[in-house]
């Protein structure tokens, strides 16, 4: 049974850093791809970004290098570095990712729990 179990969020002034990390427990291989997605009150999910199984990453419109994922195999982590933050970034982040857990080939998909990030101003 695999699991992805979201740390990290926080309150944090504007212009501070925070790092998301997204823990995949139980038995993989290593992932294959993985995003991190927010969600704003009252407003709907948007993309943060995603690391593709060929290495390349994709960012929000909104993001303009502020961000940045990561994988780390060796840690079944996935993380989300944010850097210059400000009050719009204010959300409940999720994680997800696509995860090989075999050597067939098998593979899982899921979400994290969520964690609130907060920026104050």
């Known amino acids: 049974q695999v699991q992805l179990v979201q740390s990290g969020g926080g309150l944090v002034e504007a212009g501070g850093s925070l790092r998301l990390s997204c823990v995949a427990s139980?038995?993989?291989?290593?992932?294959?791809?993985a995003g991190w997605y927010r969600q704003a009150q009252g407003k709907e999910r948007e993309l943060v970004a995603v690391?593709?199984?060929?290495?390349?990453?994709n960012y929000g419109d909104f993001v303009k290098g502020r961000f940045t994922i990561s994988v780390d195999n060796a840690k079944n982590t996935v993380y989300l570095q944010m850097n210059s933050l400000k009050p719009e970034d204010t959300a409940v982040y999720y994680c997800?990712?696509?995860?090989?857990?075999?050597?067939?080939?098998?593979?899982?998909w899921g979400w994290g729990q969520g964690t609130q990030v907060t920026v104050s101003s």
């Open positions: 690391l593709e199984r060929d290495g390349s990453t």
């Open positions: 139980g038995r993989i291989l290593s992932f294959n791809d």
């Open positions: 997800n990712a696509e995860v090989k857990i075999g050597a067939d080939g098998a593979t899982w």
